[in-house]
């Protein structure tokens, strides 16, 4: 069973960087697809980034392009989410998410954490 732990949740002022950890306790490459996503109060979980890991090709929402940046390291079972120029309404419960199937990770299926708590002021 794949566990999934964030970190690095804060709260920090507008423009500033925050950098998100996921720890995923057996990340094998049948997990092809890492995610993160958020979910503000009262608005829909909605897609930030995601790595392909065969080949490393990420995609970014259109509000994350630019000021996120998603990345792997194998070797510590960590994925991560390089946060720049934060905005008040990037403020939301960030989550990762796992699965062999990024169709199965976009529907909001497969391994997920429990969230780390960003907020922008």
């Known amino acids: 069973h794949v566990q999934l732990v964030e970190s690095g949740g804060g709260s920090v002022q507008a423009g500033g960087s925050l950098r998100l950890s996921c720890k995923v306790s057996e990340y094998t490459y049948s997990n092809n697809c890492l995610g993160w996503f958020r979910q503000a109060p009262g608005e829909e979980r909605e897609g930030v980034a995601l790595?392909?890991?065969?080949?490393?090709?990420?995609y970014y929402s259109n509000s994350a392009k630019g000021r996120f940046t998603i990345s792997l390291d194998a070797a510590k079972n960590t994925l991560y989410l390089q946060m720049n120029s934060l905005r008040p309404e990037d403020t939301a419960m960030y989550y990762c998410?796992?699965?062999?199937?990024?169709?199965?990770?976009?529907?909001?299926?497969?391994?997920w954490g429990q969230g780390t708590q960003v907020t922008v002021s």
């Open positions: 790595l392909w890991t065969p080949d490393h090709s990420t």
């Open positions: 998410a796992a699965h062999q199937d990024c169709k199965v990770v976009a529907g909001f299926g497969g391994y």
